[in-house]
T-cell receptor, first 114, second 109 residues
Framework: EADIYQTPRYLVIGTGKKITLECSQT?????MYWYQQDPGMELHLIHY???????EKGDLSSESTVSRIRTEHFPLTLESARPSHTSQYLC?????????????FGSGTRLTVV | GQNIDQPTEMTATEGAIVQINCTYQ??????LFWYQQHAGEAPTFLSY????GLEEKGRFSSFLSRSKGYSYLLLKELQMKDSASYLC??????????FGTGTRLKVLA
């Protein structure tokens, strides 16, 4: 079944560690996105990609990096985790056409930095 | 600036009808989306409007007025499982969205 997968689902890590959050989709979507969401708050765009070897920064990108070497894979890396990074991270994908399909979201990674 | 406003919380009774409003001010407009998000889960796509008018999908309908920067999501025959947050999102350009903070709906028996 076509879907979008995020791992790990939960992660507790110490300050200063480097971490990579994984996201893979099997729907053949060309557009992929990373969002950050705190409880009861809006989603904030961190990074997005229009296709292979294309990445763009969103609103909260300064402390993380992404890569898009394969269509299906869009990992997010925090070089040095801080307590302020504690949040839920949601990966999403979409197709260019049709425009009305909306995003498909992964189940999210809940990150706690101690 | 770009802004999306929704009520923070609403409460309704099982079997009733509820309307969740959304107003927006964005630099452009290329579609408005509604998502449902249960606590601790990812959002799921509900509806899409790009032209003025009403779009109906079973118990859920969504309305758009572009001239007023206004949309609403109408939920009929409410069920307990409809208790969730409902997110309004606008796509100002080609691909990126701006999300509202969401409306937390509680359905009471």
């Amino acid at each position: 079944e076509a879907d979008i997968y995020q791992t790990p689902r939960y992660l507790v890590i110490g300050t200063g560690k480097k971490i990579t959050l994984e996201c893979s989709q099997t729907m053949g979507h060309d557009k992929m996105y990373w969002y950050q969401q705190d409880p009861g708050m809006e989603l904030h765009l961190i990074h997005y990609s229009y296709g292979v070897n294309s990445t763009e920064k969103g609103d909260l990108s300064s402390e993380s990096t992404v890569s898009r070497i394969r269509t299906e894979h869009f990992p997010l890396t925090l070089e040095s985790a801080r307590p302020s990074h504690t949040s839920q991270y949601l990966c999403a994908s979409s197709n260019s056409v049709p425009q009305g399909d909306g995003y498909t979201f992964g189940s999210g990674t809940r990150l706690t930095v101690v | 600036g770009q802004n999306i406003d929704q009520p923070t919380e609403m409460t309704a009774t099982e079997g009733a009808i509820v309307q969740i409003n959304c107003t927006y001010q964005t630099s452009g407009f290329n579609g408005l989306f509604w998502y449902q998000q249960h606590a601790g889960e990812a959002p799921t796509f509900l509806s899409y409007n790009v032209l003025d008018g009403l779009e109906e999908k079973g118990r859920f309908s969504s309305f758009l007025s572009r001239s007023k920067g206004y949309s609403y999501l109408l939920l009929k025959e409410l069920q307990m499982k409809d208790s969730a947050s409902y997110l309004c999102a606008v796509r100002p350009g080609t691909y990126k969205y701006i999300f509202g903070t969401g409306t937390r709906l509680k359905v009471l028996a």
